[in-house]
């Protein structure tokens, strides 16, 4: 596979359940990067990994937690969630913890509902 | 003033037409500018980016860069069908140490 994969595609999750979505990217980027998309809101940055360690965390409720293993995976676990939180996930990667001069690439998203 | 600004749209122009989409940014010392395209249901993909004043072409495609008056656009010129999607503004901020979206401007392209 090529590209930034993301799993699973759809997910339906009630408030008291626990789940994790998995990014894998294949471009050997050192940055990736979690995104949040709401419905008529601009994307929101919630987590930034560079070379395996975390450097932002843009005050994201503790329900969410991430999690990179390596520089080519990302998770984010989820649990607790509230209704508000349904939105599509999506994961992106660079060569450069910012991005500045290649841009992202992203994932294919997870789209959340919370129940 | 929010940090980056589009015009939410739609924006409908006829095919054939050049579309004409407009980001503002707040921050002085942006230093890399980026478009991405969004399909209904997809995730946003990169189609342009520019750093420099003046404009930049990639086929149907050319960027436009004003750093005294803190603007980026994106010109489309024989505008299709296929083109109809939400068009998202990305402008580093900070001197590169964030990276932030604009809202979109959403484009429909009339047969």
């Known amino acids: 596979e090529t590209g930034v994969t993301q799993t699973p595609r759809h997910l339906v999750m009630g408030m008291t359940n626990k789940k994790s979505l998995k990014c894998e990217q294949h471009?050997?980027?050192?940055?990736m990067y979690w995104y949040k998309q709401s419905a008529k809101k601009p994307l929101e940055l919630m987590f930034v990994?560079?070379?395996?360690?975390?450097?932002e965390n843009n005050s994201v409720p503790s329900r969410f937690s991430p999690e990179c293993p390596n520089s080519s995976h990302l998770f984010l676990h989820l649990h607790t969630l509230q209704p508000e939180d349904s939105a599509l996930y999506l994961c992106?990667?660079?060569?450069?913890?910012?991005?500045?001069?290649?841009?992202?690439?992203f994932g294919s998203g997870t789209r959340l509902t919370v129940v | 003033q929010k940090e980056v600004e589009q015009n939410s749209g739609p924006l409908s122009v006829p095919e054939g037409a050049i579309a004409s989409l407009n980001c503002t940014y707040s921050d002085r010392g942006s230093q890399s500018f980026f478009w991405y395209r969004q399909y209904s249901g997809k995730s946003p993909e990169l189609i342009m980016s520019i750093y420099s004043n003046g404009d930049k072409e990639d086929g149907r495609f050319t960027a436009q860069l004003n750093k005294a008056s803190q603007y980026v656009s994106l010109l489309i010129r024989d505008s299709q069908p296929s083109d109809s999607a939400t068009y998202l503004c990305a402008v580093t901020l900070n001197y590169g140490q964030n990276f932030v979206f604009g809202p979109g401007t959403r484009l429909s392209v009339l047969p």
């Open positions: 990994y560079s070379l395996e360690e975390r450097v």
């Open positions: 471009l050997g980027h050192n940055a």
């Open positions: 992106a990667s660079s060569q450069g913890s910012s991005g500045t001069n290649y841009g992202y690439t």
